[in-house]
Nanobody, 130 residues
Framework: QVQLVESGGDLVQPGGSLRLSCTAS????????MTWVRQAPGKGLEWVST????????FYADSVKGRFFASRDDAKSTIYLQMNSLEPEDTALYYC???????????????????????WGQGTQVTVSS
């Protein structure tokens, strides 16, 4: 069965860095797109970044562009989210998700929240505070 397991969340001071990991199993890793989504306390889900594992294209939300960087390790079936210059506003539960319908969605769909995700990890908590 499909499993997504996140790790790497922690308490960090403003300006610090963290790297989140998401290890996938139960499906052909490079046939899908994988997305990081976050949920801050008392707020709705926010799309953060998508890596299209079929093409290598990567998309970022404007709120994290230039600070967060997505990458992959196909040998480990793992994606990463390197988060730099962290701000208190980045405090959230970060989820790794698998996009449904590979190749169907475009960047506009991610930005506007129209994408459907068919599998989610359990989430990893990132807290940015002094």
């Amino acid at each position: 069965q499909v499993q997504l397991v996140e790790s790497g969340g922690d308490l960090v001071q403003p300006g610090g860095s963290l790297r989140l990991s998401c290890t996938a199993s139960g499906f052909t890793f490079n046939s899908y797109s994988m997305t990081w989504v976050r949920q801050a306390p008392g707020k709705g889900l926010e799309w953060v970044s998508t890596i299209d594992l079929r093409t290598g294209r990567i998309f970022y939300a404007d709120s994290v562009k230039g600070r967060f960087f997505a990458s992959r390790d196909d040998a480990k079936s793992t994606i990463y989210l390197q988060m730099n210059s962290l701000e208190p506003e980045d405090t959230a539960l970060y989820y790794c998700t698998r996009d449904s319908r590979p190749g169907y969605w475009n960047e506009y769909d991610y930005v506007t929240g129209r994408v459907e995700y068919d599998y989610w990890g359990q989430g990893t908590q990132v807290t940015v505070s002094s």
